[in-house]
């Protein structure tokens, strides 16, 4: 009897302490999510810090994004969140902030210095995109769709992976950018978000040396540069010679390079395209030509617009899609090897041969 | 030899009830004693076979020739017998100071009925009755094979309860059976009404969570377990028989999932993990979820739950704990319940109380969803058992989960599965899922010959 009577009263105490959850049991409703951070350079300390807060909404909406954005000058951005913390009355919650975006004017110097916090933050996630912002981030931030349900949402999915056709957007996430920074041989880039009336465009990216802004790559040159970083499917080729114009609308894309040095002579990088895909549009009927000689025009079309990007890439001494990365791990010369490279990536020339294959012209006759 | 004054008392004692009954029957030339609880008799068969010979009997060399012939008619050598067999449906009939016993039972719980707990699609449709004579002809018909032994066995204090242990002595284990039948003969106590009483007494531990023993009224799944070499207990009086040993994939498989085809059966065994994991750790995700890790979710899902639960002042696991506990209250209101009222009480309870609570702030939509998701997914294990087993399970997990989020969550599963991986059901590790499962008692050499 005794004892069942400890197992009550043991039962009891437990319940009691149910009532003493304390101040560090947040529910959900208490913490505001921050979905995006935006860093600027501060007009009179070193950085803005601007959030985009979500408010919770019952009834999810087009048009109908609730969102407030807070933002706050200091001199490191530990202390701006600390500041911004005060203004706000709920928890602010980094966990599900998803895009982090620098300012254009903070990028052209010290872009490790800005980096830094977001690099050791613990309660970021690391799968968090990041994007150069043109003019100012604050500006992105306050941009809202109006096909917006939830706040930022637009922002998001126009870097998720789920938008189909999206090959001008190159996306970079927070993991892949550090590890960048850090590699060498593997040059960091961001895509440069600029905005565009009440919204905003992703057509430009930015390449880094690991220390500053080094290049931004034009509309027209995105697309491949995309191409080479992320070899998605699904992007058009549009190709145009004397009389004949068309485009291709390509479905699979591969490539691979190995690098040559050959002695007396400059080294070699030989890269073999391989495409694949149907037109999708065209001045003239096709089905009846010689399929060979159309592919043949689009080969050269394309082996001249890479070697175009590879060579201005070159120029600028930035690698991003990793080639000395390709070189030391294969080539192993010790201490020495990086200076190595350097010296033949800046000799390098560039060898393209782009084997495409058109699967059909799209009608039969 | 037989002490009649004995005999004498102790009938004198059993006539003090006004059932039991005592006829002298005298044809002119002899005269018999009938002595037998008439709630128990079928007085046709005593009439057929007992008094109509006798009225033509002369002496009593020819009626003991009769009550020689008949089919069950024995002599009673022993006065110690008599009271036994007297409340088992016997007649006694005395004549020139010779005792004789007379089998003429009337029994009326034999009827065979539909399963009511474990339906089944395509299955059988008949469960076991309550008549152990009925279940053990129901047994024996649909698994006719001269290796199915049956052992008597009577257990507990006065009144005794009878148990018949089944097996097929070619595939059994002999040493679980020897084990089982030794735990029988331990049993002193108390007076066995049910199978699942009977499996408490058997088990090995006190303080036990999930069944180790399965209780089945299903005579399909008996024969079954018997073609595995599983033992097979009836319970007299009981519609349901105990299966040992059993094994976790036991209690999660419908014997449907035998007569469907394959991929059916495994897709809907599938099913029913799901369901299992749903039932037990989906308020403790909730929980923690919402309190600790709400990073977990999609950011448009974290933003709608938060809308939901603007109104809802309480804790999470205060929310979650109250409706839980009237969705427990709801399902056993509506077991005790007589059918008539319960559906009175699944919409009361159901409908009308989760759109209240939720429009009164106490709860937010979310946990409306889950509770009933919870609910729904308790009820797809098809062992009633091992459903009311899980329903408690979640609980400790919701403890854990509220002091220490989705860590606690994995740690309080973890300790979950660690005591089930240590479970032993009579030397058979109990934690099977589907894979290897028939290999659980030594039917591979079933199987090879």
């Known amino acids: ?63 109908h994004a609730a969102f407030q954005i807070i933002s706050q000058e200091a001199d490191t951005i530990s202390q701006a969140l600390e500041l911004l913390n005060s203004n706000v009355d709920k928890e ?37 995109y990041m994007a150069l912002a043109n003019p100012s981030a604050e500006e992105i931030l306050e941009a809202s769709p109006r096909s917006e349900r939830v706040p930022a949402d637009s922002l998001i999915l126009s870097f998720g992976h789920e938008k189909i056709g999206s090959s001008l957007a190159v996306t970079e996430y927070l993991y892949d950018f550090y590890n960048r920074m850090f590699e060498l041989g593997k040059d960091p880039f961001l895509p440069v978000v600029s905005k565009k009336g009440k919204s905003f465009e992703v057509n430009q990216v930015a390449l880094f040396n690991k220390k500053e802004l080094k290049m931004v790559i034009q509309p027209g040159q995105t697309e491949l540069f995309s191409q080479l970083v992320r070899k998605p499917s699904n992007f058009v080729v549009s190709v145009k010679k004397d009389h004949l114009r068309y485009s291709l609308l390509i479905q699979s894309f591969t490539y691979r390079y190995q690098i040559q040095t050959p002695r007396q002579q400059p080294p070699i990088l030989q890269m073999d395209i391989k495409v694949r895909g149907r037109i999708q549009e065209a001045n003239q009927a096709l089905f009846d030509k010689n399929w060979g000689e159309i592919e043949r025009i689009a080969e050269k079309n394309i082996e001249n617009r890479y070697k175009n990007l590879l060579e201005s890439m070159q120029k600028h001494q930035i690698d991003p899609i990793g080639f000395g990365l390709h070189y030391m791990a294969r080539n192993h010369y010790g201490k020495k090897e990086w200076e190595l490279w350097q010296e033949i990536y800046s000799k390098m020339k560039f060898n393209i041969t782009v084997d495409l294959e058109i699967e059909s012209t799209g009608i039969i006759k | 030899m037989i002490q009649l004054e004995e005999i004498d008392r102790q009938l004198r004692e059993l006539s003090e009830t006004q059932d039991f009954e005592i006829q002298h029957l005298t044809n002119g030339d002899l005269s018999i004693g009938l002595y037998f609880y008439s709630s128990l008799i079928n007085s046709k068969l005593i009439q057929e076979r007992i008094s109509e010979p006798f009225s033509s009997c002369h002496s009593y060399s020819e009626m003991k020739n009769i009550l020689d012939a008949e089919l069950f008619c024995e002599q009673v050598l022993d006065e110690k017998e008599m009271i036994p067999k007297l409340l088992e449906g016997y007649s006694l009939i005395t004549f020139n100071d010779t005792f004789f016993s007379f089998y003429a039972p009337k029994v009326i719980n034999d009827k065979v009925d539909y399963a ?23 047994i024996r018909r649909r698994y006719a094979s001269s290796n199915l032994m049956v052992k008597e066995k009577e257990v507990g204090k006065k009144p005794k309860a009878k148990l018949y242990v089944m097996y097929d002595k070619h595939v059994v284990k002999e040493t679980v059976l020897q084990e089982l039948l030794q735990k029988i003969d331990d049993i002193q106590d108390e007076f066995i009404q049910a199978s699942g009483q009977l499996e408490n007494l058997l088990s090995q531990k006190k303080f036990n969570f999930v069944p180790l023993m399965l209780v089945t009224e299903r005579p399909d799944r008996i024969v079954f377990s018997l073609s595995q070499g599983k033992i097979v207990i009836l319970v007299n009086g009981s519609p349901f028989a105990l299966i040992a040993p059993a094994v976790f994939y036991d209690f999660m498989s419908a014997m449907d999932d035998r007569y469907q085809t394959y991929w059916i059966g495994i897709g809907l065994v599938i099913l029913r993990y799901i369901s299992l994991f749903l039932t037990i750790c989906l308020p403790a995700i909730y929980i923690a979820v919402i309190s600790h890790n709400p990073e977990i ?21 205060v929310e979650v704990l109250f409706m839980l506990f009237l969705i427990e209250v709801l399902i056993e209101a509506s077991i005790r319940l007589p059918k008539y009222i319960g559906s009175t009480a699944t919409t009361v309870g159901g409908l009308i109380l989760g759109q209240a609570a939720q429009e009164a702030g106490l709860v937010s939509s979310v946990m409306i969803i889950i509770t009933s998701t919870v609910a729904i997914a308790n009820f797809v294990v ?36 660690v005591y089930l991986v240590n479970l032993r059901s009579y030397g058979e590790p109990f934690f099977r899922l589907q894979f290897g499962e028939h290999a659980s008692t030594n039917s591979k050499k079933r199987i090879s010959g």
Not at chain 1, 101 to 122: H, Q
Not at chain 2, 117 to 127: D, K, T, Y
Not at chain 2, 386 to 405: D, E, H, N, Q, W
């Open chain 1, 92 to 128: 602010l919650d980094l966990g599900h902030s998803k895009i982090f975006i620098i300012g254009r004017n903070l990028a052209n110097d010290e872009i490790l210095t800005t980096t830094d916090w977001i690099f050791r933050g613990s309660d970021v996630q690391r799968i968090e």
């Open chain 1, 1 to 63: 009897m005794r004892r069942r009577l400890g197992v009550l009263f043991g039962v009891l105490f437990v319940l009691l302490l149910f009532g003493l959850s304390g101040c560090g049991f947040k529910d959900i409703d208490k913490r505001f999510f921050v979905v995006a951070i935006g860093i600027d350079q501060g007009k009179e300390k070193q950085y803005k810090v601007s959030l985009k807060l979500a408010i919770p909404t019952h009834r999810i909406e087009p048009g």
């Open chain 2, 116 to 138: 009511k707990n474990e339906a089944s699609v395509q299955g059988p449709p008949f469960a076991l009755t309550e008549d152990s004579y009925a279940n053990l002809n129901l």
């Open chain 2, 382 to 417: 098809p062992i009633n058992e091992m459903s009311f087993a899980i329903r408690l399970v979640k609980y400790p997990l919701i403890v854990f989960a509220t002091l220490f989020g989705i860590l606690g969550l994995i740690s309080g599963a973890f300790c979950f599965l």
């Open chain 2, 297 to 317: 979710f999609q950011v448009q899902f974290a933003l709608s739950i938060a809308g939901s639960r603007a109104p809802v002042p309480y804790s999470s696991f």
